[in-house]
């Protein structure tokens, strides 16, 4: 129906797009002003319209708004993209590709950083399936955590954990079904019916094994440890589940401490200077001060007692480096009495500052510096890492005075018990030591908060579960060096080294967290010995317990039926003197754990795909655990992606009220004018065209219009193409041969290069250089050389013509090849190519066997006889005195080599109908051989000939008769009928 109906689009387009793109040859400038000849001419030519042959096809040129979103779901549907993934399962036999999914959290709508992360996977694997592959892609969601928790709170704090359990697990299925309806809508091809979840009881009973397969092999094991605690979600957190607040202000105080045994070094200095010997610490967390249980002394550094003016009767000792620095902090004179080595407070002692009757050591520690401070390191071990590091050396007994809350316990005393740590304890112990602060000042520095409540948090010990990351990280660096990361940046931070990095610092991963929407960890204790028990037999009869009584049986069951007799039997003990442990394993740990559930054995993934946060999550937690079970990595190649950001590069967020809803992109907003129907593939080219390269995303109404309008030239040329070969025979000999035009064999050599180079960035995931690679082939050689050039062939020449057949298989080869590099980027578009493909009779893009450019097309030698054609057709462009360069007769001087290659193109010494004409689109060439110090030169004269009113070249005797070309056509239509 749609015979010669706008093409005027595609003509303007072309001309368009010119204007716009500078060709990188210089030569394509569109000249031709073949329809815009006179009245009188144009009478002419409509008489022979029905006689040329025009492209024809029932693609629909342009899809807007509404019709767009139709157009997306019927091609769904007619294309069959919900049962493709199993098809291929099913069908194709090539090799495997596994992408492991990495699980989105199961909270919250679908959002841009969805998009991104599914769309890449998507671009991966149904480029992957075009080449023959078989994909392996089960998507996935994390289930638990303390975000959905919190929401199935929502403020309560009576709640009882199967009510919270319940709640939470509503919560995630309602976000799952969300998701993944979303996900689906945007063309993904997974395993939809094969989800995994890492609340199914399978997965459940998997991680449940693999916990208790570290503890036999002594990689997980509990202790008392100070971790980042937050009280207000009273749990443990990860590094990764903090936010760095560099505005907090804490109370920084220096203290005075009363020594009880002095250094002989100082004593003979004391009666002169007075009785009472202090040592001086100096903290930013006061309240961990009734936890004080050693001060620490670097004894390679010089100390100094020291009187301060003011201060009649007293002197204390400091680090000698560091006086100036009091004195300047006090306002006030500080003189040396003496210096002595660090090595002098071996055997000294103090007096607690919050306990009279309690007298401590000074210990060495190398951690001391006189960065800041006193040189004096007040130690709380239950509050920081390295003054745990320092009683595990002095085997001292851990005291943590602060509970669950963030508040003092019992053992604080009277005074403090009861008052949160952060607040009201802070200021009670300061009061309480009130006499031995000398200084106290307010100090903005950069303090760990939790992400999720935006509170600030403790160090704080307690007993948890940990992983030995110690024990695995060499061999954890050591697989990684043989893993691929994308993009390449070297060993930066972004790239490989930034996992590695990341690895080096971890100090130890505490596993356990203080919740109940989570996989319990699968532990008894004793009673009185706090010994866990924890064997296979156990966990084999839990397993059984969860596939009888459900995914809460940790919470709804009574210990008796938790503990089998077998189990008690095989501990001697007896049910009373036992309790179930109150603790849940960290997300990290459940999803860290998703490549055993869900590639089982030995597998190995192909490619783990994310964003870069991943560096120091998902893709270091499954890196540890699969090092640790198995001995190797669980990816052979990791591809990180950066985050959306608006105009402004600002992240997205919603307090900033800059967030964009992929709905809104594919669907359209509320005024359409504003946010306009972009369909599911303009959001796709965006993701390919953008999330890449860059840690940064823009996401911003320029950025999407511009997708949208790289998506429509596509569609314009493909539909052009379609069109072109509208009356191929789909059993015709499609082999080019060396009958064909050099312009014919040069665009296949073209196309060649083209599907080589678009292979080789899809393959190394430079999705972005696809788009431009894509863009530029389709405007520049496809659209405004090849099509252009052509356009006499195809629409005037006899139907059969030789020349007008092999310029139609070109175009089909154009669009095959084409049609397939956008296809993982534009599935939707590349079907509908398809569905209107005249040789295709129906058959869906992503289930037809495998379609690669034939080697000999690859051809360098016509590459040089076209190379020579087009610098000639720019330097004619270049002295045209005229806009109409068919107007012209072009007389081509040359010699020795460059005329036996331009004879090539043209035999005939002038020539209206060679292959050289059409090149440089003027009415005629002369070749002529004349030595010159110039490869060539040329001469251009106004023809003689006349306007011929059916193909419109300057080809006629006479104004009134078409050309002889056009006549013989004619006649033989003529006969025909
Ligand atoms: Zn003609």
Not at 667 to 687: A, F, M, N
Request: charged residues 20%; glycine residues 6%; proline residues 5%.
């Amino acid at each position: 129906m749609a015979a010669g109906v706008n093409w005027c689009e595609f003509k303007f387009r072309v001309w368009h797009l010119l204007k716009g793109h500078q060709s990188l040859r210089g030569v394509y400038t569109c000249t031709s002003v073949l329809y815009c000849a006179g009245e009188e001419s144009e009478r002419k030519h409509k008489k022979y319209t029905k006689t040329v042959t025009l492209p024809r096809t029932d693609f629909p040129l342009r899809v807007d708004s509404q019709k767009k979103l139709d157009r997306d779901s019927f091609l769904y549907e007619k294309c069959e993209f919900s049962t493709l993934y199993s098809w291929q399962r099913r069908h194709v036999q090539g090799p495997e590709f596994i992408l492991h999914d990495g699980p989105p959290f199961a909270n919250g709508k679908p959002h841009m950083g969805h998009a991104i992360n599914k769309i890449l996977k998507d671009v991966v694997t149904r480029h992957k399936l075009l080449q023959g592959y078989r994909i392996h892609y089960v998507p996935g969601w994390d289930c638990h955590g303390l975000p959905i928790e919190l929401k199935a709170l929502d403020g309560h704090t009576s709640l009882s954990a199967v009510t919270i359990r319940r709640k939470a697990e509503q919560f995630a299925r309602e976000a799952i079904a969300n998701q993944k309806e979303a996900f689906r809508s945007w063309g993904i091809m997974a395993d939809w019916d094969k989800c995994y979840f890492t609340f199914d009881k399978q997965y459940v009973k998997n991680l449940m094994q693999q916990f208790h397969k570290l503890y036999e092999m002594g990689l997980v094991f509990r202790d008392v440890k100070p971790v980042f605690w937050s009280p207000s979600s009273r749990t443990a957190l990860a590094e990764a589940e903090l936010e760095y607040n560099a505005t907090h202000s804490s109370t920084a105080v220096t203290v005075q401490l009363l020594m009880q045994r002095v250094p002989d070094a100082i004593r003979p200095f004391i009666p002169l200077h007075g009785s009472s010997v202090f040592a001086l610490i100096w903290t930013t967390t006061p309240w961990t001060l009734p936890a004080n249980q050693a001060v620490c002394f670097n004894p390679d550094m010089s100390y100094s007692l020291v009187s301060v003016d003011g201060h009649s009767g007293k002197v204390y000792i400091i680090a000698s480096e560091l006086v100036g620095m009091l004195q300047q902090k006090l306002g006030r004179q500080v003189d040396v009495i003496t210096s002595f080595p660090g090595s002098s407070l071996e055997d000294t002692s103090y007096i607690h500052p919050c306990r009279s009757d309690q007298v401590l050591p000074f210990l060495p520690a190398a951690h001391v510096t006189t960065s800041k401070g006193t040189g004096l390191v007040h130690t709380a071990p239950a509050h920081g890492p390295e003054d745990y590091l320092v009683a595990l050396e002095h085997s001292m007994h851990v005291e943590c005075l602060v509970d669950e809350d963030g508040c003092y316990t019992e053992g604080a005393g009277p005074a403090l018990q009861g008052l949160p740590v952060l607040s009201k304890g802070s200021e009670a112990v300061m009061t309480l030591i009130a006499a031995d602060i000398l200084h106290s000042e307010q100090l903005v520095h950069s303090y760990p908060y939790d992400w999720r409540t935006k509170q600030p948090v403790i160090l704080r010990a307690s007993w948890q579960w940990f992983i030995d990351t110690n024990a695995i990280k060499q061999k954890a660096i050591e697989a990684l060096k043989a893993v691929k990361i994308f993009p390449d940046y070297g060993g930066s931070a972004k790239s490989g080294g930034g996992l590695m990095a990341q690895l080096e610092r971890r100090p130890y991963w505490c596993i356990s967290r203080q919740r109940v929407w989570g996989v319990p960890i699968p532990v008894l204790y004793h009673k009185t010995t706090g010994a866990p028990i924890l064997t296979k037999s156990l966990i084999n009869h839990l397993c059984c317990l969860l596939d009888e009584c459900g995914r809460d049986f940790w919470w709804t069951l009574p210990l008796d039926r938790l503990v089998s007799k077998e189990v008690l039997a095989e501990h001697s003990v007896s049910i009373d003197e036992v309790e179930k442990g109150q603790d849940i394993l960290d997300v990290w740990f459940d999803s860290g754990f998703s490549w055993s559930c869900i590639l089982g054995g030995e597998k190995v993934a192909d490619l783990y795909l994310e964003g870069l946060d991943q560096f120091s999550g998902w893709f270091q937690s499954s890196l540890m655990t699969s090092v640790a079970v198995r001995g190797q990595a669980p990816y052979r190649a990791v591809f990180v992606h950066g985050f959306a950001v608006d105009a402004e590069g600002r992240k997205m967020s919603k307090s900033q009220g800059n967030v964009v809803d992929p709905l809104c992109i594919t669907h359209g907003g509320k005024d359409k004018k504003q946010e306009p129907v972009y369909g599911i593939d303009t959001l796709r080219w965006w993701v390919a065209c953008h999330a890449t390269q860059h840690a940064n995303i823009p996401v911003s109404p320029n950025v999407l219009e511009a997708s949208a309008e790289a998506v429509h030239k596509i569609r314009i040329v493909l539909r052009f193409l379609l069109g072109a070969v509208h009356d191929l025979e789909p059993d015709i000999d499609q082999n080019a041969d060396n009958s064909w035009y050099f312009l014919d064999r040069y665009l296949l050599h073209l196309l060649f290069e083209f599907s080589q180079n678009v292979n080789q960035f899809y393959e190394s995931y430079q999705f972005n250089r696809v788009c431009t690679t894509l863009t530029n082939f389709i405007t520049n050689e496809v659209s405004a050389l090849y099509c252009h050039l052509t356009k006499d062939r195809l629409y005037c020449a006899p139907v059969d013509a030789p020349e007008r057949r092999a310029c139609q298989l070109v175009m089909n080869h154009i669009l095959e090849t084409v049609t397939r590099a956008v296809a993982p980027v534009l599935p939707h578009l590349a079907e509908e190519v398809f569905l209107y493909h005249p040789c295709k009779k129906g058959v869906n893009l992503f289930q037809s066997a495998v379609v690669k450019p034939l080697p000999d097309w690859h051809q360098p030698e016509v590459e040089r006889v076209m190379t020579l054609a087009l610098e000639v057709k720019q330097t004619l462009n270049k002295m045209s005195p005229l806009t109409n360069t068919q107007q012209l007769v072009a007389t081509v001087f040359s010699s020795g080599e460059t005329l036996t290659l331009l004879k090539m193109l043209q035999e005939e010494a002038q020539s209206s109908w060679s292959q050289l004409t059409e090149i440089l689109q003027v009415s005629s060439v002369a070749l002529a051989e004349r030595r010159s110090p110039l490869k060539f030169y040329m001469e251009l004269a106004e023809t003689s000939q006349h306007l011929c009113g059916r193909c419109r070249r300057f080809t006629a005797h006479s104004s009134d008769e078409p050309c002889d070309r056009c006549q013989q056509v004619l006649d033989k239509l003529r006969a025909a009928k």
